[in-house]
């Protein structure tokens, strides 16, 4: 976990092109109140956050979560790989098919890794939820307080104080957050292949610095 300064991620905003490659590849584009074009931009979020929470001097904790595939696809349980329980129950359904002797072709049920993904960003909520009186988190996706987003029958949020943003609907480039404060290249599914792990990255706008939460 990283603690920084709010205007630090300011370098990372690209609103157009953020929002055009949401509107070009993204289903949750305009139907979600969380996602562009209506979730502001990360300067308007904090601003916002600043005066609800009456912060005057703003933190933003960054985290990113990480998962390595290989515990739950091809049946790595076989060569001592530990998977996480909580995990392994979304229940993957997965084929091997192999190409050559030595390099395995792993191909995932899209269902399967969607569990993954919305059990990974459960987890993330889990963690900022019970704080939200000292701040606001920001998760990976899309909110999913809702099963259906009021948004598509055009009628306001049911749960505006505890809906969710992330940091691609507030403009932000996840990938150059991720390489500069983590080291960490993100990696993304081909539609063919699995990537070595999953990785969602949030974080949580305060006005409590680590080192005083843990001192």
């Not at 739950?72 to 997965?94: P, Q, R, W, Y």
């Not at 939820?129 to 909110?143: A, E, K, L």
């Not at 992330?166 to 080291?183: G, K, T, W």
Request: glycine residues 6%; aromatic residues 10%.
């Amino acid at each position: 976990m990283v603690d920084i300064e709010p205007e630090e991620l300011t370098r990372f905003m690209y609103p157009d092109q953020v929002e055009a490659l949401c509107k070009g590849g993204c289903p949750n584009y305009r139907v979600r109140w969380s996602c562009p074009p209506f979730a502001p931009l990360f300067t308007d979020f904090v601003l916002q956050g600043q005066r609800s929470l009456h912060l005057s001097r703003p933190r933003f904790w960054l985290i990113l979560e990480n998962v390595a595939t290989a515990q739950f696809f091809n049946g790595m349980s076989d060569h001592g790989c530990s998977a996480d329980k909580t995990l392994l129950e979304t229940g993957i359904d997965v084929k091997t098919e192999t190409v050559s002797e030595s390099v395995p072709v792993i191909t995932p049920d899209l269902d399967g890794m969607t569990r993954i993904f919305v059990r990974m960003k459960e987890l993330l909520d889990d963690l900022f939820d019970p704080m939200r009186p000292w701040g606001i988190p920001v998760s990976g996706g899309t909110c999913l307080r809702c099963s259906v987003c009021q948004c598509q029958m055009n009628k306001p949020c049911l749960h505006p104080e505890r809906m969710s943003y992330s940091l691609e609907a507030l403009r932000l480039n996840v990938e150059e957050i991720a390489e500069y404060y983590f080291d960490q290249r993100l990696t993304w599914f081909d539609g063919k292949t699995v990537p070595p792990r999953l990785s969602l990255l949030g974080g949580f706008l305060t006005g409590c610095t680590l080192e005083n939460l843990f001192s």
